[in-house]
C-alpha cells in the first residue's frame, strides 16, 4: 500500500484520506464522533462507577508488569538508559503512573499519544498527553504531516516526516473501522450500555431522595381546552417526567384524579437492568465481570481463573503492543536493544507455570534440554538425552522371560532380598540363593554319600525348604562360617578321587554356603548391634 522507505513515493490512497478542509473524507459524517475523548471521559469515567473501575483495574495490571532491556544477543542490560528512562520517564512520574495513564487515555479515547524530549539525540523524558487536546493533520502519503496540541487558545505543533512516520510524537489507537487518523474508544461500543446504567442509577436515587412513589394516569372532570392541555403536559415533562423528576410527588388542582397504573421499581427490574448493562460495560472493555463484584452468572468458575484469563487474553496483550510501539520508536535511539516484558514475575500466572513445569517435568518423552526450554532455562551439556523411570519396560516385554549374562547370574544369586532382611513372624526367610546352595549340599549327601554332620543335614533341609530361622540359628550360622572358612573353595579347585567335591565344601553348602554366610552376616551384624 505504501511505498515510502524505498522510493519515497506518496500513497495512491493517501490522495483521497482527506479534503481542502484536512477532514478525512470517510468520516464527514460522523464528525462528532471523531476525537470525542472529553465526552466519554465525562459521561463514562467520571460518571460511571464500572467504566471508572474496569478502566483503573486494566491500567494497574499493565503498570505492574516489569520491562528489561536486551541486547541483539537476548542478555540483560541491567543499567541500560532506555531501562532508566521506563523507570522514571518524567519528574512528575513514575513508571507505573506513566503507564497507567497511558492506558486509561487509551481505553477512554481510543488513542493515546506519548511525547519525547531528545537531548544530544537521546530521549530523556516521556509524557503522556491528553488525547482530548490532540489533534492529528493528514497528508497525502496517508501518514499524519503534524499533530496539534492545543490548551486554550495556547497550542504546540510536531512535525511528523510524511515518508517515514517519525515524529517526536507517537500515536497508538485502537482499530477504527470508520476513521483513518483516530482509534475507536471502546466505549463507543458500550455506550448504550454505559446510558442505560447511568440512567438507572440516576432513577434509583431520585426514587429515594422522591419516596419512591410509583407514576400513574391523571383523570379530570370534564375537557380541557387546548391551551389548557399544552399547559398541563408541559409542567408534567418539566416537573414529573425522566429519571430526575422519578417519585416527585404531584401537586393536583381542583378535579383533577391521580389513578396509580404503574409498575413499582421491582417489577420494572430496574436493579436487574442495571446489572446487565454493567455486564455489558465489561464486556467493552475486556473485564471479566466477575473481577469487578458485578452479581450474576459468570464464565468463570472462581475468582483465580478470571483472573488468570484477565491477564492472559487482556492485560499482557495490552502490554505487549505497548512495548512493541515502544520498540519501533524508541529503541533504535539507542542501538540494537529491545525492550522486554518480564512476565515470570506477574503472580498471576505462576500457577499456571507451576503446572507447566509440572507436567514438563513428568513427561516421559521429553529430554533434559526440551524441559529446561519449555521453563526458558538454557540448554545443558548431555542435556539432549530421553530420562524415563527405570521400574517402566515395554508392553511386549512382560510377557518375555527375562534371560541374564553368566556374570549376572552369578552376582544374582549372591544378591540378598531385601524381605529376607527383615524379622518376619516366625524368623528370617532365607532367600534364594541360600536356599539354592542348601539343596545342592543335600543333592551332593545323597550322591556321595559323605560330608556334613546330622546337624548340618537338618539345618540344609530347613534352608532348602525357605524355613525361617531365628536369630539364634543366624548366630550358630555365623559361627559355623568363621570356624570353617577354609572350605569356601569351590569344586572346581578342590575335588576328590571319586570325582565329587571335598567333605568340607559339602558341609559348606548344607549351612548355605557363600550366600548363607553373607546373608547371617548382614543379620547379626544389624540385630547384634
Not at 114 to 133: Q, S, T
Not at 246 to 259: C, F, Q, T, V, Y
Request: with cysteine; glycine share 8%.
Amino acid at each position: 500500500m505504501f511505498g515510502w522507505f524505498n522510493n519515497k513515493k506518496s500513497s495512491k490512497t493517501g490522495r483521497v484520506m482527506f479534503t481542502g478542509n484536512m477532514n478525512a473524507k470517510w468520516t464527514l459524517g460522523a464528525s462528532k464522533e471523531v476525537n470525542n475523548a472529553k465526552a466519554f471521559a465525562e459521561e463514562g469515567y467520571q460518571k460511571n462507577v464500572v467504566v471508572y473501575q474496569a478502566i483503573n483495574k486494566k491500567a494497574q495490571a499493565v503498570s505492574s508488569i516489569p520491562c528489561y532491556v536486551v541486547n541483539s544477543k537476548g542478555e540483560t542490560i541491567p543499567d541500560h538508559p532506555l531501562k532508566k528512562l521506563l523507570y522514571k520517564p518524567n519528574p512528575l512520574q513514575s513508571g507505573a503512573q506513566f503507564m497507567q495513564s497511558l492506558v486509561g487515555y487509551y481505553d477512554l479515547a481510543g488513542n493515546a499519544y506519548i511525547e519525547r524530549v531528545v537531548v544530544r539525540g537521546e530521549p530523556r523524558e516521556l509524557y503522556a498527553l491528553r488525547p482530548d487536546r490532540m489533534t492529528v493533520i493528514p497528508s497525502q502519503t496517508g501518514v499524519p504531516s503534524a499533530y496539534v496540541y492545543k490548551v486554550g487558545q495556547e497550542k504546540v505543533t510536531w512535525k511528523s516526516n510524511i515518508n517515514t512516520g517519525l515524529s517526536d510524537i507517537r500515536q497508538l489507537r485502537t482499530f477504527n473501522p470508520l476513521n483513518d487518523w483516530y482509534g475507536m474508544s471502546p466505549i463507543m461500543a458500550g455506550a448504550f450500555a454505559v446510558d442505560q446504567h447511568n440512567e438507572g442509577m440516576q432513577h434509583i436515587q431520585s426514587l429515594l431522595q422522591n419516596g419512591a412513589s410509583p407514576s400513574g394516569a391523571m383523570e379530570i372532570d370534564g375537557e380541557l381546552t387546548d391551551d389548557q392541555f399544552n399547559r398541563l403536559k408541559a409542567e408534567i415533562d418539566e416537573k414529573y417526567a425522566g429519571s430526575k423528576n422519578a417519585g416527585r410527588p404531584m401537586l393536583l388542582e381542583g378535579g383533577m384524579k391521580w389513578s396509580q397504573m404503574g409498575l413499582s421499581p421491582a417489577d420494572m427490574e430496574v436493579i436487574q437492568t442495571k446489572y446487565s448493562a454493567a455486564r455489558d460495560i465489561s464486556l467493552a472493555l475486556a473485564v471479566p465481570p466477575l473481577l469487578l463484584n458485578i452479581p450474576g452468572d459468570s464464565t468463570y468458575s472462581n475468582y483465580k481463573e478470571a483472573r488468570l484469563a484477565f491477564y492472559e487474553e487482556t492485560v499482557i496483550p495490552l502490554a505487549q503492543m505497548i512495548v512493541d510501539e515502544l520498540n519501533c520508536w524508541l529503541s533504535p535511539m539507542y542501538g540494537d536493544v529491545k525492550i522486554m516484558l518480564d512476565l515470570e514475575k506477574v503472580p498471576a500466572i505462576a500457577e499456571k507455570r507451576r503446572e507447566l513445569w509440572a507436567m514438563a517435568d513428568a513427561s516421559t518423552d521429553l529430554t533434559v534440554n526440551e524441559r529446561r526450554k519449555i521453563k526458558g532455562y538454557e540448554e545443558t551439556e548431555g542435556g539432549d538425552q530421553v530420562l524415563v523411570p527405570s521400574t517402566l519396560i515395554p508392553l511386549d516385554f512382560a510377557s518375555e522371560p527375562i534371560t541374564l549374562t553368566s556374570s549376572v547370574q552369578q552376582s544374582s544369586s549372591m544378591a540378598l532380598d531385601l524381605k529376607s532382611l527383615a524379622y518376619g513372624k516366625d524368623g528370617f526367610t532365607p532367600p534364594k540363593g541360600v536356599q539354592e546352595a542348601a539343596q545342592q549340599g543335600l543333592d551332593y549327601r545323597r550322591e556321595y554319600g559323605r560330608g556334613g554332620t546330622e546337624v548340618g543335614i537338618a539345618r540344609a533341609r530347613d534352608l532348602s525348604n525357605g524355613k525361617s530361622v531365628s536369630l539364634e540359628t543366624i548366630n550358630r550360622m555365623v559361627s559355623f562360617f568363621a570356624r570353617h572358612a577354609d572350605n569356601a573353595v569351590p569344586p572346581s579347585e578342590k575335588t576328590m578321587p571319586d570325582g565329587g567335591p571335598t567333605n568340607g565344601w559339602i558341609a559348606w553348602q548344607l549351612w548355605g554356603g557363600n550366600a548363607g554366610r553373607t546373608w547371617a552376616n548382614k543379620i547379626a551384624d544389624r540385630e547384634n548391634d
